[in-house]
């Protein structure tokens, strides 16, 4: 079966400073979504990504998709606490419901 | 667009106990539905899911079981509660394919002691 693995699996940073999140498939995906639950809160989400090589950008958020279509990253330039919480991808494979990965949760430090 | 109703909001059970959660869809037709579990600082563990009325289809042995009685409810049960029950119980829905971007609703906190 399809294997997720998700990096780093925990991140603490001081506000002001850039943040990354890896996600790597065993296999090649269809799509990648992405999704943050705040603490206390459900998963809200962010975007999805289709295309081999797709770069999406939501504000200070900067998604990518690899061009083999098996991994995906995002960046978040320039942390601020509103940033605190955990960051889930999750990839379609096509024959499958979703498999979300295990999560980074990042700490925002002030 | 999709708002997903989940009751209750926090729940105590003891261990054999029986349970039962519901989750209602609004805005929606005939959407895919989840049953998610959360262990606490955790990830999220598929459990149930269901295309249709009626469709359930299981990812994990658990002493759980989910029903779809109408296109837009889903519920999850137990005749009898586990310690290893406890979590955060989240029900999803997509518009229609797996693929599609999926919308939570608040989610159950259950505490089996």
């Known amino acids: 079966g399809q294997q997720v693995m998700q990096i780093p699996q925990y991140q603490h940073v001081q506000e002001g400073e850039d943040f990354t999140t890896y996600c790597n498939s065993s296999t090649t995906l269809s799509n990648i979504q992405w999704y943050k639950q705040r603490p206390g809160g459900h998963p809200v989400f962010l975007i999805q990504l289709v295309k081999s090589g797709e770069v999406k950008k939501q504000k200070r958020l900067t998604f990518q998709f690899g061009e083999a279509k098996k991994n995906s990253s995002l960046h978040i330039t320039a942390t601020q606490t509103t940033d605190v919480g955990t960051y889930f991808c999750a990839p379609y494979s096509g024959n499958t419901p979703l498999v979300f990965g295990k999560g980074t949760r990042l700490s925002v430090i002030a | ?113």
């Open chain 2, 1 to 113: 667009s999709q708002t997903i109703h989940q009751w209750p909001a926090t729940l105590v059970q003891p261990v054999g106990s029986p349970l039962s959660l519901e989750c209602t869809v609004e805005g929606t037709s005939n959407p895919n539905l989840y049953w998610y579990r959360q262990a606490a600082g955790r990830g999220l563990q598929l459990l149930f899911y269901s295309v249709g009325i009626g469709q359930i289809s299981s990812e994990v042995p658990q002493n759980l079981s989910a029903s779809r009685p109408q296109d837009r409810q889903f519920i999850l049960s137990s005749k009898k509660l586990l310690l290893s029950d406890s979590g955060f119980y989240l029900c999803a829905c997509a518009r229609g394919r797996s693929s599609y971007e999926q919308y939570f609703g608040p989610g159950t906190r259950l505490t089996v002691t």
